[in-house]
Nanobody, 127 residues
C-alpha cells in the first residue's frame, strides 16, 4: 500500500510559478512510477506528466511541455511538479498517482494505469 499526499497548491497570477509536492508513505517508493493529473470543473481528469521509478524517463502532455517539470527524490519519498509560466487554463485540482513498475524507464499516461492516488491540491491561476 502507498499513501500519497499532495501539497503546494494555491492562488497565483498568470505567468507565475508553483511547485507541487507529492509525499509518499511506504518503503518501496523507489519502485513506483509516478504521474501527475489534473481535473478542472466540468472536465475529465487529464494527464499532465509522468516519471519512471528511476527518474530516467519523463513524459509531458503537449499543453504543459516546456513549462512544467516533473522530478522525484527517492531518498525523500517525494515527487514534484514544478510549474512555470502558469496560465489561467492551468487552473484545476492536481493529483499525483503511483503504480508499481518492473522496468526502470517505464512511464504511464493513462489514469487507469495507476493504482494509488492522492487527495488532490487546488491550483488557481488568475488572469
Amino acid at each position: 500500500q502507498v499513501q500519497l499526499v499532495e501539497s503546494g497548491g494555491g492562488l497565483v497570477q498568470a505567468g507565475g510559478s508553483l511547485r507541487l509536492s507529492c509525499a509518499a508513505s511506504g518503503r518501496t517508493f523507489s519502485s513506483y512510477a509516478m504521474g501527475w493529473f489534473r481535473q478542472a470543473p466540468g472536465k475529465e481528469r487529464e494527464f499532465v506528466a509522468a516519471i519512471s521509478w528511476s527518474g530516467g524517463s519523463t513524459l509531458y502532455s503537449d499543453s504543459v511541455k516546456g513549462r512544467f517539470t516533473i522530478s522525484r527524490d527517492n531518498a525523500k519519498n517525494t515527487a514534484y511538479l514544478q510549474m512555470n509560466s502558469l496560465k489561467p487554463e492551468d487552473t484545476a485540482a492536481y493529483y499525483c498517482a503511483a503504480r508499481g513498475s518492473a522496468y526502470r524507464r517505464n512511464v504511464f499516461v493513462g489514469a487507469n494505469d495507476y493504482e494509488y492516488w492522492g487527495q488532490g491540491t487546488q491550483v488557481t491561476v488568475s488572469s
